[in-house]
């Protein structure tokens, strides 16, 4: 099935305005860079800091997760390996495919804006699915590796929603946080 969604992509959507596009849009998350931009912007503001904190324990968590732990240990090659037919847009991404490191981090990230009760998630959750299905559009991701990584990146961003609260309930407690 990871195979009919790749190619029929490829058969159906793929033309020079899209493909200039999706190189574009990738490249965002090439290392989680418009994420890492965004969590230094809101971790310098005082009252998005906190959100700023969530995302980057999310993001944080997503490289150990994602790429320390999953992907050596599942070891899973691309498609663009399995069926290199399908000529790159990009250059060759050197890990392993499961999951897909772009999607993670990018629900990682907007998720622990939506789970800090920011509005901000919803352009963020639009961006983290267009650089999901890039990946797909590329052919250097499985839609299964997408959709674990979304997964993967949406429990990520609860999680460091999560210990970013628990940390500014402890700095309120000790009286060291601004009101």
């Given at each position: 099935m990871?195979?009919?969604?790749?190619?029929?992509?490829?058969?159906?959507?793929r033309c020079g305005i899209l493909d200039s596009i999706m190189?574009?849009?990738t490249s965002l998350g090439d290392g989680g860079k418009i994420w890492v931009i965004c969590t230094v912007v809101l971790l310098l503001i005082p009252r998005t800091?906190?959100?700023?904190?969530?995302?980057?324990l999310a993001l944080a968590l997503n490289v150990l997760f994602c790429n320390v732990l999953l992907k050596p240990l599942v070891a899973r090659p691309r498609p663009c390996d399995?069926?290199?037919?399908?000529?790159?847009?990009?250059?060759r991404p050197l890990d392993y495919s499961f999951p897909s490191g772009h999607t993670a981090s990018s629900f990682a990230a907007a998720f622990a804006l939506y789970f800090s009760g920011k509005k901000l998630w919803i352009p963020a959750t639009i961006l983290a699915g267009l650089?999901?299905?890039s990946r797909l559009y590329l052919y250097v991701?499985?839609?299964?590796?997408?959709?674990?990584?979304?997964?993967?990146?949406?429990?990520?961003g609860w999680l460091g929603a999560a210990l970013a609260k628990g940390a500014a309930l402890r700095l309120v407690g000790r009286g060291l946080a601004g009101h």
């Open positions: 990871d195979f009919a969604i790749l190619d029929w992509i490829q058969e159906n959507l190189k574009a849009i800091r906190k959100a700023g904190l969530a995302m980057a399995v069926n290199p037919a399908v000529q790159l847009l990009i250059e650089i999901g299905f991701h499985y839609p299964s590796d997408v959709l674990a990584g979304a997964l993967i990146g949406v429990m990520l």
